[in-house]
């Protein structure tokens, strides 16, 4: 079962520091879909 998927940024907006902990773990991964 795939449990990933794109979500709108409006989604995480309470979600900063798992945010930030994604980018930093995928610094090459462009910032919008």
Request: hydrophobic letters at 25%; a negative charge.
């Amino acid at each position: 079962e795939d449990r990933t998927s794109w979500e709108p940024a409006n989604h995480l907006q309470n979600s900063p520091d798992l945010v930030q902990d994604f980018y930093s773990a995928y610094p090459h991964k462009p910032l919008q879909p």
